[in-house]
Nanobody, 134 residues
Framework: QVLLVESGGGSVQPGGSLRLSCEAS?????????????IGWFRQAPGTEREGLSC???????????YYGESAKGRFNIYRDNDTATVYLQMKGLKPEDAAVYFC???????????????????WGRGSQVTVSS
């Protein structure tokens, strides 16, 4: 089982910054290790659909593609620490509408073609709450 654990959420004032972490561990049923999975970041606010924010290819991808959704472009940055199999989502200029539960999810090797489609991902973390208010 590939296990994903998010951390780094919390409460910030508008304009503030947070860095979310997604630590991946374990292996899937075929023995493929977690670091061979691409990681996507999603968020979900109450009463809304889960929204894709960003995705980064795994270390096994020769292309190392990174993708951002419209809500993330210019304010969020995704990157990977290969030594610790951790993917980070650095967020700045946070707005009240960014408040949500943030999830990371895993797809084997490459970000899927429809990387913002949550059904493309095999493994999910439990989420980390982000609150933005003054």
């Amino acid at each position: 089982q590939v296990l994903l654990v998010e951390s780094g959420g919390g409460s910030v004032q508008p304009g503030g910054s947070l860095r979310l972490s997604c630590e991946a561990s374990g292996r899937d049923v075929s023995g493929i290790p977690a670091e061979y999975y691409a990681i996507g970041w999603f968020r979900q606010a109450p009463g809304t659909e889960r929204e894709g924010l960003s995705c980064i290819d795994s270390t096994q991808s020769s292309d190392s593609h990174i993708y951002y959704g419209e809500s993330a472009k210019g304010r969020f940055n995704i990157y990977r620490d290969n030594d610790t199999a951790t993917v980070y989502l650095q967020m700045k200029g946070l707005k009240p509408e960014d408040a949500a539960v943030y999830f990371c999810a895993a797809h084997l090797t490459h970000c899927p073609h429809s990387w913002g489609d949550l059904y493309q991902y095999r493994f999910w973390g439990r989420g980390s709450q982000v609150t933005v208010s003054s």
